[in-house]
């Protein structure tokens, strides 16, 4: 089932003359993929929620958005993201080879070794590692308390199924982190900022797994989108009505205005989008639509930084 020694391969769930594909040089081009490099979307989702949390925060403080933070987010974002897909695609290698959407990865292609993938995915932690220590003491604490996450989440599909909680758990952990960045503590806006992209995570994720339904059924995959089978428009449903829930606690209990209200408005018709949208046959549309999440947390983000703003200026 694997493919031949090195052979070079576009993943099927990258965007179409990608740059990693067409211009980065072929010997990094393994690398990048396992890194998902040519597919972002994973470091946004990672990304946003320390984004709302940060911008919350900021709104709270009644101080202006710190763009460096936000930064040092984004580029932590990347350099974690890298190395949370690394390391579980070396946990994941042999049945990766099983699935069509997967086969192709670097490590069940053959393109490295594992070896090669344990001192990539020790660059990239080194790399993170030096951006969390620019934060207060609370967020690198934080920061290393996330590992325990990380490390269980490419177990989770063996055992449980709704891995896609676990997941969650792990890529929701920046709303907590935002928060602290700026208090040095944690309060109750980080909480419901970090349940309600909890809710969010599992809701996207399982339309993302429905691109795998049929092959994670042969090989014992488990997910959400097979637990909740025929009713998976409902499942999705559920779990963005809890994130949309939680994410107006977290702008009552912050004392938000008009316009982070307006950005949570936002959100809501987007992801009611999707849910109507969702048509569990449909792959192609499947992996759309989880794309189209960052441009939903996006404009929750953008309405809270407005009104932290306005509420500086």
């Known amino acids: 089932m694997n493919s031949p020694e090195g052979l070079d391969h576009s993943l099927p769930d990258a965007t179409p003359g990608n740059w990693v594909d067409v211009h980065a040089p072929k010997p990094w081009r393994p690398y990048l993929r396992l890194a998902r490099v040519e ?10 929620p320390c984004w709302w949390a940060s911008a919350l925060a900021a709104g709270a403080a009644g101080v202006y958005p710190d763009f460096t933070q936000l930064m ?13 897909t690394t ?21 069940p292609a053959g393109q490295i070794t594992v070896k090669q993938a344990i001192i990539f995915f020790m660059a990239l932690c080194i790399l993170g590692l030096s951006v969390l220590m620019q934060f207060n003491q609370t967020t690198i604490i934080l920061g290393f308390s996330s590992l325990i996450i990380v490390a269980a989440y490419p177990f989770m599909k063996r055992i449980t199924s709704m891995p896609q909680l676990v ?16 208090f040095g503590r944690l309060d109750a806006p980080a909480y419901f900022i970090y349940a309600a992209a909890i809710a969010w995570t599992v809701g996207y994720d399982t339309i993302y797994a429905l691109q795998d339904i049929e092959d994670d059924s042969v090989v014992g995959i488990k997910s959400s989108a097979r637990l909740f089978g025929a009713h998976v428009r409902e499942g ?7 994130a949309i829930t939680f ?11 008009i316009a982070a209200y307006v950005g949570l408005v936002l959100f809501t018709a987007h992801l009611a989008w999707q849910v109507k949208s ?28 407005l009104d932290a703003m306005l509420r500086a200026g």
């Open 39 to 48: 597919r972002p979307i994973g470091s946004w989702l990672l990304l946003l």
């Open 72 to 84: 040092l987010f984004l580029i932590g974002a990347v350099a974690m993201r890298g190395a949370g």
């Open 87 to 107: 390391y579980n695609d070396i946990i994941d290698r042999k049945l990766d080879a099983q699935v069509a959407r997967s086969r192709h990865r670097p490590l």
């Open 167 to 182: 997941l969650g758990l792990a890529f929701a952990w920046g709303g907590l982190m935002g928060w602290s960045a700026v």
């Open 236 to 242: 999705v449903g559920a779990c963005y009505a809890l």
């Open 247 to 257: 994410a107006l606690g977290a702008l009552v209990v912050a004392q938000a205005g």
């Open 278 to 305: 969702i048509a569990p046959s449909d792959a192609k549309l499947a992996l759309a639509l989880f794309k189209s999440n960052r441009e939903a947390g996006l404009l929750l983000f953008a309405g809270i930084a």
